[in-house]
T-cell receptor, first 110, second 114 residues
Framework: GEDVEQSLFLSVREGDSSVINCTYT??????LYWYKQEPGAGLQLLTY?????DMKQDQRLTVLLNKKDKHLSLRIADTQTGDSAIYFC??????????FGAGTQVVVTP | DTAVSQTPKYLVTQMGNDKSIKCEQN?????MYWYKQDSKKFLKIMFS???????INETVPNRFSPKSPDKAHLNLHINSLELGDSAVYFC?????????????FGPGTRLTVL
């Protein structure tokens, strides 16, 4: 089964905040990542967080990590229509092997 | 443009055929990967190569054979194509193998097996 789980769909109004959640099972995860995939394109790294950190902020993006609960979230402030995409949570072990979630489809409505 | 490129972008073929997908990166990275994305968007690692050496082979049928002629190229050859091979195949590269190994993805090759 999947080691990284995400909800499949999120609808949000333009200007609101989006929160995408992810849970993982591998306690040896070293880094956790958020990737964005726009239609017909490959994945693009948005941000990543070291497993010993609990928060990282990068402009409109805030990543929260609860290592005890193995829960990762991505908050997008002031969501825009250009943020409509699929967002993938991923984790790597110390060998650099990636495990991706199934992706959360985010739809931004005007 | 510095990037990860794949050819072809679309590939439609009959069951039983053999086909290849090519991948090139001009980022100077040491590590390259192949991923398969199924119709539900689930992304699964197939192979990774570091400095032309195979590092990860994730229980992929041996009909799939990656070949890395040099660090900048990782091609994927598929023999005896089956319906279940229909998917989008992504090539990716990272500067190094160990984390945080940000992966740069190609645009994908949509394979349809009829």
């Amino acid at each position: 089964g999947e080691d990284v789980e995400q909800s499949l769909f999120l609808s949000v109004r333009e200007g609101d905040s989006s929160v995408i959640n992810c849970t993982y099972t591998d306690s040896s995860s070293t880094y956790l990542y958020w990737y964005k995939q726009e239609p017909g394109a490959g994945l693009q790294l948005l941000t990543y967080i070291f497993s010993n950190m609990d928060m990282k902020q990068d402009q409109r993006l805030t990543v929260l990590l609860n290592k005890k609960d193995k829960h990762l979230s991505l908050r997008i402030a002031d969501t825009q229509t250009g943020d409509s995409a699929i967002y993938f949570c991923a984790e790597t072990d110390s060998w650099g092997k990636f495990q991706f979630g199934a992706g959360t489809q985010v739809v931004v409505t005007p | 443009d510095t990037a990860v490129s794949q050819t072809p972008k679309y590939l439609v073929t009959q069951m039983g055929n053999d086909k290849s997908i090519k991948c090139e990166q001009n980022l100077g990275h040491d590590t390259m990967y192949w991923y398969k994305q199924d119709s539900k968007k689930f992304l699964k690692i197939m192979f990774s190569y570091n400095n032309k050496e195979l590092i990860i082979n994730e229980t992929v049928p041996n009909r799939f054979s990656p070949k890395s002629p040099d660090k900048a190229h990782l091609n994927l050859h598929i023999n005896s194509l089956e319906l279940g091979d229909s998917a989008v195949y992504f090539c990716a590269s990272s500067q190094v193998l160990t984390p945080p190994n940000e992966q740069f993805f190609g645009p994908g090759t949509r394979l349809t097996v009829l």
